[in-house]
């Protein structure tokens, strides 16, 4: 398992049913865990991204620390995630969101797999890729809008 799996299992293990957001210290998760502070800052803004769900504040200095808060809602993510997209998006970068709301239990499995072939980038041969990105962003968004509904 990567390092990163294990930072980012690890921060979730921390969220239960009636706790919506953890309270961390970066330097003791690190020391834990067994790796540099820096590799928890990446997990952190990689995975527990505003699209996926999150709200990150921080404070720094010796008493620092990192609040994550999650969304009450899987419906409020998935508005966020739609809001956020913009008017075109690459395969690898819809291909990420596909994969962190799976991650996260947001949709399942199956919906990812199904979302994730009608992005990819086979679908627009022949187009240019500015036009295909467009669509992509489309056809996200009203996948995603399906699966709110």
Same mark, same amino acid.
Request: charged share 25%; net charge neutral; aromatic share 6%.
């Given at each position: 398992?990567?390092? &990163? /799996?294990?930072? #980012? /299992?690890?921060?979730?293990?921390?969220?239960?049913?009636?706790?919506?957001?953890?309270?961390?210290?970066?330097?003791?998760?690190?020391?834990?865990?067994?790796?540099?502070?820096?590799?928890?800052?990446?997990?952190?803004?990689?995975?527990?991204?505003?699209? #996926? +769900? @999150?709200?990150?504040?921080?404070?720094?200095? +010796?008493?620092? @620390?990192?609040?994550?808060?999650?969304?009450?809602?899987?419906?409020?993510?998935? *508005? #966020?995630?739609?809001?956020?997209?913009?008017?075109?998006?690459?395969?690898?970068?819809?291909?990420?969101?596909?994969?962190?709301?799976? @991650?996260?239990?947001?949709?399942?499995?199956?919906?990812?797999?199904?979302?994730? &072939?009608?992005?990819?980038?086979?679908?627009? &041969?022949? *187009?240019?890729?500015?036009? #295909?990105?467009?669509?992509?962003?489309?056809?996200?968004?009203?996948?995603?809008?399906? @699966?709110?509904?």
């Amino acid at each position: 398992m990567k390092m &990163s /799996d294990v930072i #980012a /299992d690890m921060i979730l293990d921390m969220f239960d049913d009636s706790t919506s957001s953890v309270t961390i210290q970066r330097n003791d998760l690190a020391n834990r865990i067994g790796c540099v502070p820096s590799q928890i800052n990446y997990v952190i803004t990689s995975r527990f991204t505003p699209e #996926a +769900g @999150y709200r990150i504040e921080s404070r720094r200095g +010796g008493g620092g @620390y990192i609040l994550i808060t999650r969304a009450e809602s899987k419906d409020s993510v998935l *508005l #966020a995630l739609i809001n956020s997209i913009g008017n075109s998006i690459d395969e690898r970068t819809a291909r990420a969101h596909i994969y962190n709301l799976s @991650y996260q239990n947001i949709i399942d499995k199956k919906t990812a797999k199904v979302m994730e &072939s009608v992005i990819r980038e086979v679908n627009f &041969s022949g *187009l240019e890729k500015e036009a #295909a990105d467009v669509i992509r962003a489309r056809q996200l968004k009203q996948m995603l809008i399906a @699966y709110i509904n």
